[in-house]
């Protein structure tokens, strides 16, 4: 069973920073894509920032210039460094990653998403 374990969330001061870990679990070699994705009370889950296995990267407009998003390439685990942090920011960060795995003799893509990780920046 593929999991993808999150940490790194907590409470921060509007101006600083956190680190967002996601890793998937072993057994997985590789992935197509992973994504973090967050959601704030009322308000629908939103893309957040997107890694490629070629290396190319998308951010929403709202965190552009103060978000990275990266990967270890020893193993599938990605990062959020989150700078600049501001209240908005606030919500639950989920990660999603869609992995190549092989089943019954075949390689399918797939969808998973972390438990979600609460990040809470304080004015």
């Known amino acids: 069973q593929v999991q993808l374990v999150e940490s790194g969330g907590g409470l921060v001061q509007a101006g600083g920073s956190l680190r967002l870990s996601c890793a998937a679990s072993r057994g997985v070699f590789s992935f197509n894509v992973m994504r973090w994705y967050r959601q704030a009370p009322g308000n629908q889950r939103e893309l957040v920032a997107e890694l490629r296995s070629g290396g190319s990267t998308n951010y929403a407009n709202s965190v552009k210039g103060r978000f990275t998003i990266s990967r270890d390439n020893a193993k599938i685990t990605v990062y959020l460094q989150m700078n600049s942090l501001k209240p908005e920011d606030t919500g639950v960060y989920y990660c999603?990653?869609?992995?190549?795995?092989?089943?019954?003799?075949?390689?399918?893509?797939?969808?998973?998403w972390g438990q979600g990780t609460q990040v809470t920046v304080s004015s």
């Open positions: 999603n990653a869609n992995l190549p795995i092989l089943r019954d003799l075949r390689w399918s893509n797939y969808d998973y």
